[in-house]
């Protein structure tokens, strides 16, 4: 499953398909990248996160498709959120599970990295002096300000 939301996401509960209840998997990795209150030694109060929907999705897709071909996991789901989000909330959930923990820990890993690298997510940080800045990205030069 591959999911771009404005919706709030609360971890492990929302985000599970059925897939991960497959007794021949012993492992669920699961990963939250969560809002933190600091960036570069700056004092951070909210991020907002905008993106391309369509080609976002795609190329979540396609690195999806490249884990699995990668490493040998049953499931891989990936819920990302766009719009407004508080210090502290989810941005993104990553969940893999296997039969084995390793393949799970590599697969996590690698939708996180690629995710960073080439997805056309943009991301701006709301700082607590009330300045905004456009996080640099893969894609930074693809949005319009």
Not at 41 to 66: N, S, T, W
Not at 68 to 73: E, H, L, T
Not at 92 to 105: D, K, L, N, T, Y
Request: glycine share 4%; with cysteine.
């Amino acid at each position: 499953m591959i999911k771009i939301t404005e919706n709030k996401i609360v971890g492990l509960d929302q985000c599970v398909c059925p897939e991960f209840n497959d007794p021949s998997c012993g492992a669920i990795v699961t990963f939250e990248g969560r809002v933190r209150n600091h960036n570069d030694e700056k004092k951070v109060l909210k991020l907002f996160y905008d993106c391309y929907k369509p080609m976002a999705q795609k190329v979540l897709e396609e690195i999806r498709e490249e884990a699995f071909n990668k490493y040998n996991v049953k499931e891989i789901s990936v819920v990302h959120r766009v719009g407004e989000i508080p210090i502290g909330e989810i941005a993104v959930w990553i969940g893999v599970s296997s039969a084995h923990r390793e393949e799970a820990f590599e697969a996590a890993k690698y939708m996180i990295d690629e995710l960073k690298q080439r997805v056309p997510i943009w991301k701006q940080e709301t700082y607590t002096d009330g300045n905004k800045v456009w996080v640099e990205s893969c894609c930074h030069a693809l949005r319009s300000n």
